[in-house]
């Protein structure tokens, strides 16, 4: 029985031997750590992503001199500059240095794809090691068959898939740890608008889609959100759509309640000159940072936000974010599903803008979501701003109502809150 064991696990060490010398068979490794190194170079909002999941094993003699330099500036906060790191390791690394400055080979796009391999490449070189050690004690008869297999599966694990692990909790943890949350008063994230946070209490990871049709004023809702929230949060407004100059517009004219067209064609009294200096000095502690992200993918705004360490994030709007599909359903699932991922697994909370597909003026519903079936499903929350009067053109700019329709909601009761819009300083109030 005990040879037996050792015969049939030798025979999957052998079959796996296959596996690993076949991975990524035909990649150039040389010019996957050149790629690796220029984009370190080249775009520092990848710095994290890069970072975080190499170090100088997984890179191969001068470029591993060369990419544990970048990395010890960037642990000390310093910038990574060519000529400071020549400096550091030395006038012979100059011509190398120089050519990942100016590298015509780089592709920034697929710097996921080029950490993945370099990842694998080290497991499987360590794997082939370890499989080879094995080999040989087994030959030797130097191990049980339960040795061989633990040994085995230690091996095997090098290729464990990250989505394949999950957290698993029996009766007795789940309510120990219950218990021990309920000693201390959970404290949710606050919008500001008090009828909004007692209804959806708002936590880390939490997944919100806030749709409305255009000139729905969503994005003025989210403005105002995000300043009320990074008074004690770290909070990231992209914007796919708008530029950063146009977003603090809506800050300073909502903040210092100035009506926007002053501040569009620079039309200020006195007055107004001193509630915009009054505002940007109470702001000046504020932990907003708002990013012009027109062509960002999902993985470029979660490695931003997590290298800012941001708390929560607004995104504006969803179906903006480039990604590959067939098709618009196809891609806002695909964004849908890793910006859920992403809150989850980082424990950050995002608030993503959507547009609504249908022009009447009905009260829309949750299926009214663009491309709407997977953001309903992935959604801790859908927010859903609704403009009532019927004939909206007639509607005093200064003076609007809103309704803000809770469509989903995990924590609670689903219904609406009456809100007042006032257009001209960009301000939402209930």
């Given amino acids: 029985m005990q040879q037996q064991k050792k015969l049939k696990t030798r025979g999957l060490i ?29 775009y520092p909002e990848k710095h994290y992503l890069i970072f ?4 100088g094993k997984h890179f191969t003699n001068t470029y591993r001199t060369i990419y544990e330099e970048c990395q010890r500036l ?20 100059f011509q190398t240095v120089l050519n990942l400055s100016d590298a015509p080979f780089m592709t920034q796009g697929k710097t996921e794809e080029y950490i993945k391999i370099l990842q694998d490449e080290y497991n499987k070189k360590y794997a082939l090691f370890e499989t080879k050690n094995l080999l040989l004690d087994i030959e030797q008869d130097k191990l049980s068959g339960e040795e061989i297999q633990t040994k085995y599966l230690e091996i095997s694990k090098l290729f464990n898939k990250e989505e394949y692990k999950v957290k698993s909790v029996d009766m007795l943890q789940g309510f120990t740890e219950l218990l021990e949350d309920l000693e201390t008063k959970k404290e949710y994230y606050k919008t500001g608008f008090s009828k909004l946070d007692n ?7 939490d997944f919100i889609i806030v749709g409305g049709k255009p000139s729905s004023g969503k994005t003025a809702f989210s403005v105002n959100a995000a300043v009320n929230l990074s008074a004690k949060y770290r909070v990231n407004f992209f914007s796919l759509e708008t530029s950063t100059r146009k977003i603090f517009q809506k800050i300073a004219a909502s903040g210092a309640r100035i009506n926007i067209g002053k501040i569009l064609h620079s039309n200020l009294f006195e007055a107004d000159y001193s509630k915009l200096l009054n505002i940007a000095s109470e702001y000046n502690d504020y932990k907003l940072k708002v990013i012009e992200a027109s062509g960002k993918t999902v993985e470029e705004i979660s490695s931003i936000a997590l290298q ?20 618009s359903f196809e891609r806002v699932s695909e964004i849908s599903k890793k910006l859920h991922t992403f809150a989850q697994q980082e424990k950050v909370t995002v608030f993503a803008l959507s547009q609504l597909k249908r022009s009447d003026n009905k009260e829309p519903t949750m299926s ?30 200064d003076n609007q109502e809103r309704m803000l329709l809770i469509a989903k909601n995990k924590t609670g009761q689903v219904g609406r809150i009456k809100y007042k819009f006032y257009g001209g300083t960009q301000l939402f109030s209930e």
């Fill in 368 to 397: 009214d979501l663009r491309e709407s079936g997977q953001l309903e499903q992935d959604a801790d929350a859908v927010l859903i701003l609704h403009n009532p009067n019927t004939n909206p053109e007639n509607e005093d700019l």
């Fill in 14 to 42: 052998n079959k796996n031997l296959k596996v690993y010398t076949g991975i990524y068979r035909g990649y150039n490794m040389d010019e996957i750590q050149k790629n690796i190194l220029s984009i370190i170079l080249m």
């Fill in 308 to 327: 800012d360490k941001a708390d929560i994030i607004f995104i504006d709007y969803l179906q903006l974010i480039r990604e590959k599909g067939t098709s």
């Fill in 74 to 93: 960037y642990n000390l906060d310093k910038t990574i500059d060519p000529t400071i790191i020549v400096s550091n390791i030395g006038q012979e690394y």
């Fill in 52 to 55: 975080d999941g190499l170090n």
């Fill in 199 to 205: 209804h959806v209490l708002i936590d880390k990871g």
